[in-house]
Nanobody, 127 residues
């Protein structure tokens, strides 16, 4: 079992930055991908970014490249999402997720591929 706990959400003005953290309970994720998804009110959950725990390879939603950065700290079992130049349309609940079953070195972007989820953290961007 894997437990994921997000933190770092809050209220920020447009143009500001936030860094989300996702602390994982397991000590070893060598074969895992960790991802961030978000869900705005009335919308489906969408992919934001993912990182391979072992290689550090990353993939992003095209619309978020250049503003969001995913990273990980192996020693702390923590994945981060740095969000810059935030816009009101970034307002959503942000979820951390782990993909434990994916093919080696393959970063997956579909929600259905992720089998462990955190409870989410609210990000609100005011205009």
């Amino acid at each position: 079992q894997v437990q994921l706990v997000e933190s770092g959400g809050g209220l920020v003005q447009a143009g500001g930055s936030l860094r989300l953290s996702c602390a994982a309970s397991r000590r070893t994720f060598s074969s895992y991908n960790l991802g961030w998804f978000r869900q705005a009110p009335g919308k489906e959950r969408e992919f934001v970014a993912a990182i391979n725990w072992s290689t550090g390879n990353t993939v992003y939603a095209d619309s978020l490249k250049g503003r969001f950065t995913i990273s990980r700290d192996n020693a702390k079992n923590t994945v981060y999402l740095q969000m810059n130049s935030l816009k009101p349309e970034d307002t959503a609940v942000y979820f951390c997720a782990a993909d434990s079953r994916g093919p080696p070195l393959t970063l997956r972007t579909f929600m259905q591929d992720y089998d462990y989820w955190g409870q989410g953290t609210q990000v609100t961007v005011s205009s």
